[in-house]
């Protein structure tokens, strides 16, 4: 086949932009699939962990009220599964089981790893309620306090402000927890479940 002049050059400057450039292009391209194959070769791992997590997290489920079997559960997705949101859910029923059977030690070791190792921020921001009220039965209210400086999801925030104000209400801070349940208030939609009850915690203040 004939090649004109002008298509003779086009062709010349495309072979020279190969030999210049070929190796990088094909390298990059090849980076590419290696980054896309790896993607969803990780993301095939995930599902295929977050099936097996949810097997044991039935297990946990079946476990209750039997406080070793729920410790043993959720120690197991903890140590095999600890990158699905499992692993957190299983630390707070762990948490609740050891509070329940007046173990405060374990519960708060469970609610603490929540907090460190939770896939979400929901299960982070239950954490820390619930350990701030672990830490209230110890009577460690500057520690709870710590746990409710503020919560990584807005939906949160009222249970936040009101659980600071239990805390400064058993520490004798009455003017602290009728602001802090003045800004539960401001937070929940009127007909919430627990503003009735907030509105009874502010007024036993003589603070409404």
Not at 71 to 77: F, R
Not at 102 to 127: H, K, T
């Amino acid at each position: 086949m004939a090649f004109d002049l002008q298509e003779q050059e086009q062709i010349a400057e495309l072979k020279a932009f190969w030999q210049d450039y070929g190796r990088h292009i094909a390298l990059g391209l090849g980076i590419a699939v290696a980054i896309y194959g790896g993607w969803k070769g990780w993301q095939a791992w995930e599902n295929n962990q977050s099936g097996k997590a949810s097997v044991v997290y039935a297990r946990l489920e079946a476990a209750a009220g039997d406080v070793a079997k729920t410790k043993a559960a959720a120690e197991e997705l903890k140590k095999d599964y600890s990158r699905t949101a499992y692993a957190g859910r299983a630390a707070l029923v762990s948490a609740r089981a050891a509070f329940v059977a007046g173990d405060l030690a374990a519960a708060r070791s469970e609610l603490n790893w929540a907090i460190e190792n939770g896939r979400d921020a929901s299960i982070r921001d239950v954490a820390r309620i619930r350990l701030a009220n672990v830490l209230m039965d110890e009577k460690k209210y500057d520690e709870a306090l710590i746990q409710l400086k503020s919560a990584e999801e807005q939906s949160f925030g009222a249970l936040y402000a009101e659980t600071r104000g239990d805390v400064l209400a058993l520490k004798g801070d009455a003017a602290g927890a009728g602001e802090a349940y003045k800004q539960a208030l401001a937070k929940l939609p009127k007909d919430a479940p627990n503003y009735k009850f907030v509105e009874v915690k502010l007024e036993a203040l003589g603070s409404h």
